[in-house]
């Protein structure tokens, strides 16, 4: 089992950047493929970004893809995204994630096992 706890959230203006970071548990996080959702207010959790347990493969949610960046240090048991040009659309609790089963980086919320609390980010326009 792994436990993921989220960081690094906050307020941001229009254009900005913040990195957040999700600290796992355990000596097994090489083990797990790795994903960031979100969830806006009134909205259904949507996927971001993730990564494949050797991070040699990751995959983004086409609103992201060129602004954010998924990357994973297995030697200290984190995994982040680097968010720039942020959009007030961007505004949501992001949340981190783990699969135990597959490899692979992938968009498939029901196939993670382990859930942060989450983070709540805030971009004001």
């Known amino acids: 089992q792994v436990q993921l706890v989220e960081s690094g959230g906050g307020l941001v203006q229009a254009g900005g950047s913040l990195r957040l970071s999700c600290a796992a548990s355990?000596?097994?996080?090489?083990?797990?493929?790795m994903g960031w959702f979100r969830q806006a207010p009134g909205k259904e959790r949507e996927f971001v970004a993730a990564?494949?347990?050797?991070?040699?493969?990751?995959y983004y949610a086409e609103s992201v893809k060129g602004r954010f960046t998924i990357s994973r240090d297995s030697a200290v048991n984190t995994v982040s995204l680097q968010m720039n040009s942020m959009k007030p659309e961007d505004t949501a609790v992001y949340y981190c994630?783990?699969?135990?089963?597959?490899?692979?980086?992938?968009?498939?919320?029901?196939?993670?096992?382990?859930w942060g609390q989450g983070t709540q980010v805030t971009v004001s326009s």
């Open positions: 994630a783990a699969d135990r089963d597959c490899a692979r980086a992938h968009a498939m919320q029901d196939k993670y096992d382990y």
């Open positions: 990564i494949s347990r050797s991070g040699g493969m990751t």
């Open positions: 355990g000596r097994t996080f090489s083990s797990y493929s």
